[in-house]
C-alpha cells in the first residue's frame, strides 16, 4: 500500500466501519481490512488488550472499541496490567486510571 493509499483508507469515516462482537471480543472492520479489535473480561470487568491498526490510530477507533467493549459488558472496564507506554496514554486520554486491574 503506498502512502498516498494509506492515506484515503484511513480518511474512511467510522461510520463505515462495521462492528462484531462475540464472547469477549470486538472487532472492528471496513471493507478491506480489520481497524481494530479489543479483548476484555466482563466478569473481572477489564479490558484485556486493545489494538488499532496504525494507519487508523487518533480517529476515535480506540474510543469506539472501549465503548462497544463496555456495552457488551454493561459495566465501565479498567485496563489490565501490563500497560504499554502508549497504552497508558490513551487510557489517560480517555479518562481511565491505567491501575492494571478491576477495581
Excluded at 462482537?21 to 476484555?40: E, K, M, Q
Excluded at 487508523?56 to 469506539?64: A, D, I, K, M, S
Amino acid at each position: 500500500m503506498t502512502t498516498s493509499q494509506g492515506a484515503a483508507v484511513a480518511a474512511e469515516p467510522l461510520s463505515e466501519l462495521s462492528a462484531q462482537v462475540a464472547d469477549d471480543t470486538v472487532i472492528l472492520r471496513n471493507a478491506n481490512t480489520t481497524i481494530g479489535y479489543a479483548r476484555f473480561s466482563a466478569s473481572a470487568r477489564s479490558l484485556d488488550y486493545i489494538y488499532v491498526n496504525p494507519a487508523f490510530r487518533r480517529r476515535g477507533v480506540g474510543r469506539r472499541l472501549v465503548a462497544l467493549s463496555e456495552e457488551r459488558c454493561k459495566a465501565r472496564l479498567v485496563p489490565a496490567a501490563p500497560l504499554s507506554p502508549m497504552g497508558t496514554a490513551f487510557f489517560a486520554a480517555v479518562g481511565r486510571a491505567a491501575t492494571g486491574g478491576a477495581g
